[in-house]
């Protein structure tokens, strides 16, 4: 299965509109943004899970990397509530499930192989934003390793931020708010692959968090062998 499989394709999509496609375990649910592969793949997907729903136990031979969007993702290792974001490098195991039900953005088979880090950061905890530097923005650091970077962007509306160049491509999702640019406007929901050599010039129209994750398309890690 391919869908906005080609990296050097520059894709936006309004996640609200996209249809729910029931995955292999009942009462999980998912949006497909991007996937190069079957049930096994490197995807980018928002998943829903039902009140009381479970993935039976498996490993992530890629790696994993979500945030949670709404309600608390639980598996073996703790419970997450809204806001989130975790990183399960490759070779990790566990049992997801949610009791009350919950909605993640979830991202397989993109990380480094050699990549070991587990990572926990609550972005709704504001006083660990820091100013970036630019008027009306302030940002909180997730991840960082290589060209790969990974961050929680606040914005603050009608301010203009600048011009921003992604020679290694971006991918921004509007957790919060929404912005424009010079190609259109992006609701609260909103998807958005840049390919390498991008660059835009966003301003905020409305109080915003951004997840936004840059330097990853140019020489992107490849995905799960062709025997899964």
């Known amino acids: 299965m391919q869908i906005n499989a080609d990296l050097s394709q520059r894709v936006v999509l309004a996640t609200d509109q996209l249809p729910w496609i029931a995955s292999p375990l009942a009462g999980v649910e998912r949006r497909m943004l991007d996937r190069d592969g079957d049930e096994v793949a490197r995807a ?9 729903s479970h993935f039976s136990p498996h490993t992530h031979g890629g790696g994993e990397e979500f945030l949670v969007l709404e309600g608390i993702f639980s598996d073996d290792h703790g419970d997450y509530p809204a806001g989130m974001y975790v990183r399960n490098p ?18 397989l088979w993109q990380m480094d192989p050699a990549d070991d880090v587990f990572v926990r950061i609550d972005t709704t905890d504001l006083a660990a934003f820091r100013p970036s530097g630019v008027p009306g923005e302030r940002a909180l650091e997730l991840f960082g ?3 790969e970077r990974v961050r ?31 190609d259109g406007s992006y ?17 905020a129209t409305a109080p915003s968090r951004i997840l936004i994750k840059t330097g990853h398309l140019a020489d992107p890690p490849g995905g799960p062998p062709a025997s899964q």
């Open 44 to 52: 980018t997907s928002l998943v829903r899970y039902a009140p009381g």
């Open 90 to 107: 490759p070779g990790s195991r566990h049992t997801p499930r949610s009791e009350s039900g919950c909605t993640i953005l979830v991202k």
């Open 152 to 182: 929680m962007l606040g914005w603050e509306p009608g301010v203009a931020l600048g011009r921003r160049d992604y020679p290694g491509g971006a991918e921004l999702f509007v957790v919060e708010g929404g912005f424009s640019d010079e």
């Open 187 to 203: 609701d609260q929901g909103a998807w958005l692959r840049l390919p390498p050599g991008s660059a835009h010039t966003p301003v």
């Open 145 to 147: 390793r290589g060209a």
